[in-house]
């Protein structure tokens, strides 16, 4: 990013510096933009465009490690279900990593997002207008972050008397619903 910022701020500096001693335009002279300012800006959206698919891959693959370390917990959860053991730890550390999901990450990752959105970045402004993303948001639409949420909530209360058959519903509604956010945009 800060390559990015960098590549900006010396792609500005030089259309200023250019700019600023460039002779009047005179009629019969050429008064389009040099070619290789062109270039330069083209490779600068080049550079911005490979940083948002860059954001894009690094969310998906933070959510994918959130899902694989929630199916651990999950297959922990089970085993000591069907040991009839206590799963309570289990359960719960499960709710957890699913609302992580559905809110695109723990809070670490939403101070990361806030400070984006400080700076002016919404990597899907027209998704967020069109009411698809919450602010920020980079992979999880509205719709998938409700079906996680619901999906946590009802894992969630299961801490307290678990059932091994309505915690592995839940876990379905999860995963049918990263199935569709797991693969990477074309």
């Known amino acids: ?3 990015a910022i ?33 270039a330069s800006y083209q490779s600068l959206a080049d ?14 693959a933070i959510l994918a490690a959130t899902y694989r370390h929630a199916e651990g917990m999950l297959a922990q959860a089970q085993a000591k279900l069907k040991a009839n053991q206590p799963a309570k730890e289990e359960i719960e ?34 998704g967020e207008q069109q009411g698809v993303f919450d602010e920020g948001f980079v992979i999880v639409t509205k719709a998938s972050k409700k079906v996680f949420l619901d999906a946590a909530g009802g894992i ?3 801490a307290q008397s678990p059932n091994a058959d309505a915690l592995n519903a839940e876990w379905q ?9 797991a693969k990477p945009a074309k």
């Open 47 to 60: 550079a911005i465009l490979a940083v948002k698919k860059t954001e894009a891959d690094l969310v998906r």
């Open 1 to 3: 990013m800060k390559v």
């Open 93 to 126: 550390g499960l709710a957890s990593l699913v609302s992580q999901l559905g809110n695109e990450g723990d809070s670490a990752i939403a101070g990361v997002r806030k400070r984006l959105l400080e700076g002016g970045h919404h990597h899907n402004a027209a």
């Open 6 to 38: 960098s590549t900006l701020f010396v792609a500005s500096l030089l259309v200023v510096v250019l700019t600023g001693f460039a002779p009047a335009p005179r009629a019969g002279i050429n008064t389009s933009t040099p070619p290789e300012l062109v």
């Open 173 to 181: 509604k999860v995963a049918a619903e990263w199935q569709k956010l």
């Open 156 to 158: 969630g209360k299961m």
